[in-house]
C-alpha cells in the first residue's frame, strides 16, 4: 500500500512537471511575441534597473546553528528547481536572504543560464548562493516580465557574451551588467498585461 501511494505520488510530481513545462514554453512563446516580434519604432528604451532593486542582505547562516534554512543553491536548481532544508551549521559561507517576488540570476557560468522565479517562499529564513543575483521587482505586476525577460533568447546569449573569468568552467557576470540590460516597450501596461 506504501509502495502504491509513493509511486501515484510520483506520477503526480511528473505529470505537474510537465503540465509546468507545457505552460513555460507558452509563456515563452507570448513573450517573444509580444516583446520581441512586435516591436516597434516608437518603442521607448528602458534598463533592467528602472524595473528591480538589487536585493543584496548579506545572511551568516554559521551564527544561527540550529535554525533550518530553505536554500536556493547552484546544485539545487541544477537538481530540481527546489530549495534544499538544512541547518545552519551545515552551511559554511555567507548567503543573501531570499524574498519572495524576485528573480534569482546566476551569475556564474552563463552558457548554462539559471534563472529561478521565486514567487513564493515558505518562511523568512529563505537564503541563496551568493553566485545569484536577487533582483526584486518594484511592482509585483512586473515579475513575470522581468523573469521572462532573462530567460530570453537575447538577453542569455548578452549574459554570454559579458562573462569574464580566468577559465571556461568559472566565467562569471558583473551584476551591473544584468541590471544595464536594455529592452523596448510600447508602454509599461503591456508589462503590465502580460504579467
Known sequence: AITDTLSSLDDKIDLLRRQNATLEAMAQTLFRQWFVEEAGDGWEEYQVRDFVTHHKLSIKPEKHLAKLFHHF??????DAKTPVQELGKEIKSNKYEVVPFSVLVSKLNPRFPRIWDVYFIPEKNSICSTEFQIFKPNSKDYFGFIYYLFT???????????A???????QRVRPNVMLDITFTLPNIERIIKFS
Open 73 to 78: 543553491s547552484i546544485p539545487a536548481f541544477d
Open 152 to 162: 530570453s533568447t537575447r538577453v542569455k546569449s548578452h549574459l554570454v557574451m559579458a
Open 164 to 170: 569574464s573569468g580566468t577559465s571556461g568552467s568559472h
